[in-house]
């Protein structure tokens, strides 16, 4: 019984192991620049991933409060700043500009597969 068990386990061994030592080399692909298709170069609107952002005067979490966004808000992004942690914006619904901080919010992106 033993000895069955053993064999048992030894070919279901192999049987995994086959497809993995004998299946091609795969060929890196040279790196290059990406092509951009059409929409797949597009970045999309940003979006609030958080029940709610405060918009503030400054690019700081110590500057006066201005409104609010919540999830789902439509806004117009003018700058980002080069770190990505603050984003100027007009709240479409009220008119306020100013600064929010960039871990709240994302800009929708595209993904194509071709």
Not at 1 to 10: L, P
Not at 31 to 54: F, I, L, M, N, R
Request: positive net charge; charged residues 15%; contains cysteine.
């Amino acid at each position: 019984m033993r000895f069955s068990r053993i064999a048992a386990a030894a070919a279901v061994a192999a049987a995994i192991a086959l497809p993995v030592v004998t299946a091609p080399a795969a060929n890196a692909a040279p790196q290059t620049a990406a092509v951009a298709y059409g929409e797949c170069d597009k970045v999309g609107p940003y979006e609030v991933h958080s029940k709610a952002v405060t918009i503030r005067s400054k690019a700081s979490s110590k500057s006066t409060a201005l409104g609010v966004l919540y999830k789902g808000h439509k806004f117009k992004v003018h700058k980002v700043t080069k770190d990505g942690s603050w984003v100027y914006i007009t709240d479409k619904s009220t008119g306020v500009k100013g600064w929010v901080s960039g871990v709240y919010v994302y800009p929708t992106v595209y993904t194509c597969l071709h």
